[in-house]
């Protein structure tokens, strides 16, 4: 790889993550401290955070779905209530009777 591609690799991985934007210095000859945010990477274990990711959202989104189905489990109740008590009223009432007099 040509010295001014690396150079320009490592200053677009500046504009797109904030902490190699000024430090390391993408025009510093040595590697050394590349290296060393390469074995943080490689060390932080991101499978096993995937891993727990996946496992919290799948147990939010069932959460979520709960919530969602007992609103509208009570909805449909209230709505029930509705038609009870309007069905009452209507056999009650004397709606053969004439609007107006």
Known sequence: ???????AARKELGLIHRKFRDDPIPESPSNERWETF??????ANIPEYEDKSKAERARW???FRNNVMQRIDQ???RLRDVIVTAERLFE??????PLRN
Do not use: F, P, T, Y
């Open 1 to 7: 790889m040509h010295w001014s591609n690396l150079v």
């Open 38 to 43: 390469l074995v943080q990477i490689q060390s």
């Open 61 to 63: 989104e069932k959460l």
């Open 75 to 77: 909805a449909l109740r």
């Open 92 to 97: 009650n009432s004397d709606w053969r009777r």
